[in-house]
């Protein structure tokens, strides 16, 4: 089974719009107090869910039609998105070490799927 | 460009990377309820391939295996955000990747899935990023 680039575009945007659905969750997990309301009114909650459940379809939607480690490392450009989103939106310091540890995850995650063929 | 606890006295900055350090364990029994999760509704789905939307509605009511499995991923969901109250996005986003080492485990070890030294060795590369990631957490 060869990749499509339509296979490699869904899984693509499915990162993309995983990673923003992330930092929606965190933007709307902060919001939380322990008032019902912070909950039931919680926008940014409810859009941050809906775009993780967006971005599994996408996902699902991609893998059925490419090679797994093929697709696979353009997962990381959702993790790199995630760490921009944490710096501009919520101002933390991405140190050398978790680039680190992020690096070594997207490694394990590529080596788990080469071994998964 | 400072990050805030530069600015909080000693006590504030002690009781924030405790609650950083109970967000990351959270995290963590999270990827595992997530595995679970993931394992259950491979267990449910296995005869269905392209489900309809109603058919999936009705195999998540009718279905113990689905059910629960959805049941796991909400319980997930909740903890996460539980989780991203106090800890850092760019911490505990990465962390959840440890949900594929947990589910190539359950794999092997429940569906008789082939271990591989490729998987071993992703398996302990991804666990290993999650410790690096662990420690430069607290630090800041």
Sequence with gaps: MSTPPSAMALVLVGSLIGSVGAAFLKGGAVALTRHWTSLAYNWKLLLGVTMYMVSSVFFIMGISRGELSVLYPMVSLGYICTLAWSRIFFHERITSTKLAGVGLILVGIVMMNLGSR | ?140
């Excluded at chain 2, 986003?93 to 947990?102: G, H, K, T």
């Design chain 2, 1 to 140: 460009m400072s990050s805030a606890t530069t600015s909080l006295s000693p006590a504030a900055a002690t009781d924030l990377a405790n609650r950083k350090r109970r967000s990351l364990i959270i995290v963590l029994c999270c990827t595992v309820i997530g595995a679970l999760a993931q394992v259950l509704l491979k267990f449910g789905a296995g005869h269905l391939s392209h489900p309809s939307l109603w058919q999936a509605a009705m195999g998540i009511l009718t279905n113990p295996y689905l059910f629960f499995g959805y049941a796991c991923y909400g319980i997930f969901a909740a903890l996460l955000v539980v989780a991203l109250r106090d800890g850092e996005l760019s911490l505990l986003y990465p962390v959840i990747a440890l949900n594929y080492a947990w589910v190539s485990i359950l794999s092997v070890v429940i569906f008789h899935e082939q271990m591989n030294a490729l998987k071993i060795a992703g398996v302990t590369v991804i666990i290993a990023g999650v410790a690096v990631l662990g420690r430069g957490g607290s630090k800041a």
